[in-house]
């Protein structure tokens, strides 16, 4: 049987046209590091200008309860500690770093030696790791991993769980986002890594199952984990069903376990902690070879050429205009897939640990909104069971108060309702509004 959620949800066309090869994008000389790359406070710089840093040296650490440690991905100088424009136009403190030509050798020749290794089978088994849960936690903070598939919350608090104890943990690699196959590509090529990472982040949440949940629109991707978790007690690899949103946290506990997370809940209410596949990634590295979350892997996709739609091993800091791509006429550049993809409006802004991929797309005409009709099509694909034509009506009228009597907090912002909507009306766009000032 297909797993996958009951309410909602809808099938886009998946343009999955990217290479399934990972590609390593070149180090640049000049990295621009946002000290808040994650969600919660910003990390705290402790890099000055003029300083010589190492790759992965931390210039930024952890500030409060949510925040995650920031690192330096190339050697260098510290050029400034400013304030820069990032990608969604929003200002942000930022750590800019200028190597010269010997370190960016060094760093080049270490890196390539680096992932040489990760391809390595017998490199870094954790199969036995001696760590305590609690100690997990505190090397997974101080490599500055936080989630990566979009959300961005530091991991090391969402595997703090406190008095709820979780039974299971799940890895997302459903990547139902179109276009991007950043994920994909990370589990056919380093699916050993993927589960190692899996188990450790079972391990530190104190979870005794692991069910890695992957859509079957990937057989290659289902087949390599489940080739890789076979040798592991208490994993399952699970094909769930091809449908949007099957990657949201609330709808993927329901498909795979049954459970069902409360309006106003968190997952791990439900004895579930969800984490997505490049984040256990990240947690294998940090583990097995101390390395930080440095760069990830990024998918470059959409109306450019063919030979162009890659996914590339990225380092953070990375200009976004380094990144090889012929930028189309009349171009919109998203981060992240077009359903929850935010538009980038600064293309010289940096890579982050969030970023996804970069969607580039001819906008073409511009499309004409009509009146609503009535049709409640918004309301049959909400995941959520939620009204949202009455949500962003709330929204536009600057209703804050019934946006929140009518459970705004809890739309997934997944664009279902916009997608779905004959009148071409932006409801996700006065949604947000409404989520954002009902808070």
């Not at 959520?384 to 009506?393: H, R, S, V």
Request: with cysteine; net charge neutral.
């Amino acid at each position: 049987m297909r797993l996958t959620f009951k309410k909602g949800g809808i099938h886009p066309a998946e343009n999955k046209t990217a290479s399934t090869r990972i590609e390593m994008q070149p180090l640049p000389m000049t990295v621009c590091v946002p000290l808040s790359q994650h969600i919660g406070a910003p990390a705290e710089p402790t890099a000055r200008r003029g300083d010589k840093v190492e790759r992965g040296q931390l210039i930024g650490r952890a500030a409060g309860t949510v925040s995650a440690n920031v690192h330096a991905p190339i050697s260098g100088t510290v050029a400034s500690v400013d304030n820069a424009v990032l990608a969604d136009g929003r200002p942000g403190r930022v750590v800019i770093i200028k190597a010269d030509e010997e370190s960016h050798a060094a760093d080049t020749a270490a890196r390539e030696e680096y992932w040489k290794k990760v391809a390595d089978s017998s490199f870094g088994d954790t199969s036995n790791d001696p760590h305590t849960p609690e100690e997990l936690r505190d090397m997974i903070l101080g490599a500055g991993i936080s989630g990566m598939g979009g959300a961005t919350f530091p991991t090391h608090v969402k595997l703090k769980t406190g008095a709820v104890k979780p039974d299971i943990m799940i890895i997302n690699g459903c990547e139902c986002e179109p276009y991007l196959m950043c994920d994909d590509a990370l589990m056919r090529n380093y699916a050993l890594r993927v589960v190692q990472g899996s188990q450790l982040l079972a391990r530190a949440a104190g979870a005794e199952k692991t069910i890695i949940a992957i859509e079957d629109n990937k057989p290659e991707a289902i087949d390599a984990m489940r080739k890789a978790a076979a040798a592991f007690d208490g994993m399952e690899v699970v094909a769930v069903k091809t449908k949007y949103p099957q990657g949201g946290e609330k709808q993927l506990i329901a498909a795979v376990t049954g459970r069902y997370v409360a309006s106003g809940a968190l997952p791990i209410s439900t004895g579930v902690v969800v984490d997505n596949v490049a984040t256990a990634f990240a947690v294998w590295q940090a583990v097995a070879t101390s390395t930080p979350l440095i760069e990830r892997v990024i998918t470059v996709t959409g109306d450019i050429p063919a030979p162009e739609r890659k996914n590339y091993l990225t380092a953070t800091g990375t200009p976004l205009s380094e990144l090889p791509f012929t930028l189309p006429e009349n171009a919109k550049a998203i981060l992240g897939g077009p359903m929850m993809g935010r538009c980038a409006v600064n293309l010289d802004a940096p890579v982050t640990k969030g970023t996804s991929g970069l969607l580039l797309k001819s906008t073409g005409a511009k499309r004409t909104v009509y009146p609503c009709i009535r049709c409640g099509a918004c309301v049959d694909v909400c995941p959520m069971g939620l009204e949202p034509y009455l949500l962003a009506t709330y929204g536009r009228l600057h209703r804050w108060d019934d946006a929140r009597q009518a459970d705004v907090a809890d739309c997934l912002e997944c664009g279902s309702c916009s997608y779905a909507c004959p009148s071409n009306r932006p409801i996700l766009d006065f949604i947000r509004i409404a989520k954002k000032r009902s808070r």
